[in-house]
């Protein structure tokens, strides 16, 4: 069974910090990287963050400072810790592999951030 749950999302102003959650499945977490994702309205998926198993991290430089991916083996679980939040970062989350393994995404969850 594949299944992924994005959770944390919500309205925060600029400046503000989220913690984002996702629940993977054992046959999805047990693939070396996980990774975040996100897609804006109107624009393309983009690629966030990404963590192998042994915890080695990666960012796009926009998010670099500002965002932290950690993850929890035993609970096959990932998390992104966001901080110093802008509009721009507006946008639907999604996890996954990384690269992405099957052909299947969650839900996601939506972070507005606004005044």
């Known amino acids: 069974q594949v299944q992924l749950v994005e959770t944390g999302g919500g309205l925060v102003q600029p400046g503000g910090s989220l913690r984002l959650s996702c629940a993977a499945s054992?046959?999805?977490?047990?693939?070396?990287?996980m990774a975040w994702y996100r897609q804006a309205p109107g624009k393309q998926r983009e690629w966030v963050a990404r963590?192998?198993?042994?915890?080695?991290?990666a960012y796009t430089d926009s998010m670099k400072g500002r965002f932290t991916i950690s993850r929890d083996n035993a609970k096959n679980t990932v998390y992104l810790q966001m901080t110093s939040l802008k509009p721009e970062d507006t946008a639907v989350y999604y996890c996954?592999?990384?690269?992405?393994?099957?052909?299947?995404w969650g839900q996601g969850t939506q972070v507005t951030v606004s005044s």
């Open positions: 963590i192998t198993k042994g915890g080695t991290t």
């Open positions: 996954n592999n990384s690269p992405v393994v099957f052909d299947y």
């Open positions: 054992r046959s999805i977490f047990r693939i070396d990287a």
